[in-house]
């Protein structure tokens, strides 16, 4: 079976309902990301982005996974499909994917200070005060600031795949960008976003097309060329 690397950012979850980062005038859910997912803000105002959080995981309940989430379940019938995602919500898992790796954490996973422990909070809220280990509790989520310790894996896993597929991310925010650099010379690197990015490996093949229909057709494309 051949091996689809696949990266995932926030376009990936908009057609369900999940704003992205850098598509309205800068402000993420109204915030500016400085103000609630560095890990400064994080000492400056811990309640602000416990708030923060807690409110998107509010919305995650709200929320299913879209066409494309299911799409790429429905690959792993064909491939073997190791998900790489940016995105901090649960919405590959929830459509059934069986191999994903979260770069940038878990909103429905809570950690001490230091990362040691880490505990699964579903969709429950989290509160200053409400202590993990002898620490407080945090989102388990990596800001801006902080270490990304998954980086290693994802590279071993784009360094070996057959097929590289990356969805709805910017490619703005590295280490997660510099991921396309590691796949191998003779695989071929799909790319689905309406917009696309600034600067992009010539052989990548750009689909400019929604998640879910630029899915479709790539699923169309990539059983027809098994
Ligand atoms: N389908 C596919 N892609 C879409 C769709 C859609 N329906 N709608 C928008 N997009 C694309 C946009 O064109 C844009 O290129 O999704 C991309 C979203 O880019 P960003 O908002 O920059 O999100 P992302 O690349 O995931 O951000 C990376 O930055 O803020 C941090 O840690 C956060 O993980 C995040 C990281």
């Given amino acids: 079976m051949k091996t689809i690397a696949v990266l995932t950012g926030a376009g990936m979850s908009a057609e369900s309902g999940i704003n992205t980062f850098r598509d309205s005038d800068g402000l993420w859910e109204n915030h500016r990301v400085e103000d609630v997912a560095t890990i400064d803000a994080w000492y ?3 309640k602000l982005v416990l708030d923060f959080y807690n409110e998107r995981r509010r919305q995650l309940v709200g ?7 299911l799409i790429l379940h429905e690959l792993e019938k064909n491939f073997d499909v190791q998900i790489i995602t940016q995105n901090v919500d649960n919405l590959h898992e929830r459509a059934g994917s069986s191999h994903v790796i979260h ?3 878990e909103l429905t996973k809570a950690c001490n200070e230091h990362k040691t422990i880490v505990k699964d909070i579903a969709y429950n809220e989290i509160h200053i005060g409400q202590k993990l280990g002898d620490t407080q ?3 388990f989520i990596v ?3 902080e270490a990304v310790p998954e ?3 994802a590279m ?11 969805i709805g991310t910017s490619l703005q925010v590295y280490p997660a960008a510099g991921l396309i650099n590691y796949a191998p010379k003779h695989s071929p690197i799909y790319y689905i976003d309406p917009k696309g990015a600034d600067i992009l490996p010539s052989r990548v093949h750009l689909l400019k097309k929604g998640a879910s229909e630029g899915l479709e057709e790539l699923k169309n494309n990539l059983l027809a060329n098994r």
Avoid: C, S
């Fill in 156 to 166: 071993k896993i784009v360094e070996t795949a057959d097929i590289v597929v990356i």
């Fill in 143 to 145: 800001w801006f600031g």
């Fill in 137 to 139: 509790m945090r989102p």
């Fill in 151 to 153: 980086i290693e894996r």
């Fill in 103 to 105: 770069l940038h954490g």
């Fill in 44 to 46: 400056r105002n811990p």
């Fill in 63 to 69: 929320v299913e996974p879209n066409r494309g989430h």
